[in-house]
């Protein structure tokens, strides 16, 4: 079964960093690229950032770039979003998502919640 | 900055049909942006209903379809059902390397 399970989230203070994971199973992140979107409370959907299934592309949304950043572990099998700099507008549920192979997303996770407050 | 503007809210009787609709204000939307579409209930992640402008999802019921209608892309729930009441968001891809979701419609069936 093909499943993603976010972790790292938590509250931070304004210019903090903090690192969230994706665990990916039922499928191999060697093959797919990865989403993060986020949601802020009572907000829409927003895409935060893309990496390439050979992990060599990275691209971001413009709030965020410059201090957010995407890795993965093939041997793990795990996803990361490094984020630094973090502001207030960074509170959100952040979710992964794995690439479906046309500029979408099809699975998934539950997401984590990401707080940035002093 | 591009922005992908959908209608805030619908509203549907049981049975009805309606039609969403996704907006680029800086042009017209073609299955170049391969548009997609999701569906999320409150204090859930979203799920994938279409994508590639008309290709639906494993699972989702064939009374959603997308389509491309005049310049925008767009999805519709023929013989909508209470369990549809929900938000329901489009993304486009503007290119290259960017990604945009639209703000959102909110429909009720009643």
């Known amino acids: 079964q093909v499943q993603l399970v976010e972790s790292g989230g938590g509250l931070v203070q304004p210019g903090g960093s903090l690192r969230l994971s994706c665990r990916a199973s039922g499928f191999s992140l060697y093959s797919h690229g990865m989403y993060w979107v986020r949601q802020a409370p009572g907000k829409g959907l927003e895409w935060v950032s893309h990496l390439s299934s050979d992990g060599r592309k990275e691209d971001h949304g413009i709030s965020v770039k410059g201090r957010f950043t995407v890795s993965k572990d093939i041997s793990k099998n795990t996803f990361y979003l490094q984020m630094n700099g973090l502001r207030g507008e960074d509170t959100a549920v952040y979710y992964c998502?794995?690439?479906?192979?046309?500029?979408?997303?099809?699975?998934w996770g539950q997401g984590t919640t990401v707080t940035v407050s002093s | 900055q591009t922005v992908v503007t959908q209608e805030p809210s619908f509203s549907v009787s049981p049975g009805g049909t309606v039609t969403f609709t996704c907006a680029l204000t800086s042009g017209s939307v073609s299955t170049s942006n391969r548009p997609s579409w999701f569906q999320q209930t409150p204090g859930q992640p979203p799920r994938t209903l279409i994508y590639s402008t008309r290709t639906r999802s494993s699972g989702v019921p064939d009374r959603f379809s997308g389509n491309i209608l005049g310049n925008r892309a767009a999805l519709t729930i023929t013989g909508a059902q209470t369990e549809d009441e929900c938000d329901y968001y489009c993304l486009l891809y503007v290119g290259p390397g960017n990604w945009v979701f639209g703000g959102g419609t909110r429909l009720t069936v009643l």
């Open positions: 998502a794995k690439d479906g192979g046309d500029y979408f997303m099809d699975i």
